[in-house]
T-cell receptor
Framework: AQTVTQSQPEMSVQEAETVTLSCTYDTSENNYYLFWYKQPPSRQMILVIRQEAYKQQNATENRFSVNFQKAAKSFSLKISDSQLGDTAMYFCAFMNFGNDMRFGAGTRLTVKP | NAGVTQTPKFQVLKTGQSMTLQCAQDMNHEYMSWYRQDPGMGLRLIHYSVGAGITDQGEVPNGYNVSRSTTEDFPLRLLSAAPSQTSVYFC??????????????FGPGTRLTVL
């Protein structure tokens, strides 16, 4: 079964600085999708960014970008110019071409003013 | 569009009681799923459905039943609640499982406490 590991339970960053959240996964499949979700205190799950494994180019969405290393099975999230509103839990998720979505345990990010 | 809606937002049950968590979406999504979120464990898939009349088990299905009689609704039934089912439950839906349309949209969650 696929597993997703987020090794940083908590992280903090100063406002306007850059932070990188780590994620590794284990799979024997060649085609799959990877996601980063944000969960603010409101509890709502919000998609931040997605990556298709067959695409070599790293995905970017405004201040959010990923470093996708397929051979190393690594999928880190970089947040640039951190804002107070980025304070949240961040979950890395893996989905194969079927319907089995697996989430990591999450990283609690605090942006300090 | 209301997106994905869940009712109730909060619920307290006694051990052995049964109840149904409601989930509805108005985006004409084929794929719907239920997750539970426990501290330190992320979200785990309970059951999912790839279309009306089709359901299947996820990672942690024991103690839960689902049905999908319409595209819009996907209720989750707790047959005999146990304290181990104390959790936050999320319903999600997506247009597809593959390609550019497999983004899952999540409901606001239901916090369930079983005493």
């Amino acid at each position: 079964a696929q597993t997703v590991t987020q090794s940083q339970p908590e992280m903090s960053v100063q406002e306007a600085e850059t932070v990188t959240l780590s994620c590794t996964y284990d799979t024997s499949e060649n085609n799959y999708y990877l996601f980063w979700y944000k969960q603010p205190p409101s509890r709502q799950m919000i998609l931040v960014i997605r990556q298709e494994a067959y695409k070599q180019q790293n995905a970017t969405e405004n201040r959010f970008s990923v470093n996708f290393q397929k051979a190393a099975k690594s999928f880190s999230l970089k947040i640039s110019d951190s804002q107070l509103g980025d304070t949240a839990m961040y979950f890395c998720a893996f989905m194969n071409f079927g319907n089995d979505m697996r989430f990591g345990a999450g990283t609690r990010l605090t942006v300090k003013p | 569009n209301a997106g994905v809606t869940q009712t109730p937002k909060f619920q307290v049950l006694k051990t052995g009681q049964s109840m149904t968590l409601q989930c509805a979406q108005d985006m004409n999504h084929e794929y719907m799923s239920w997750y539970r979120q426990d501290p330190g464990m992320g979200l785990r898939l309970i059951h999912y459905s790839v279309g009306a009349g089709i359901t299947d088990q996820g990672e942690v299905p024991n103690g839960y039943n689902v049905s999908r009689s319409t595209t819009e609704d996907f209720p989750l039934r707790l047959l005999s609640a146990a304290p181990s089912q104390t959790s936050v439950y999320f319903c999600a839906s997506s247009y597809s499982l593959q390609g550019s349309y497999n983004e899952q949209f999540f409901g606001p969650g239901t916090r369930l406490t079983v005493l």
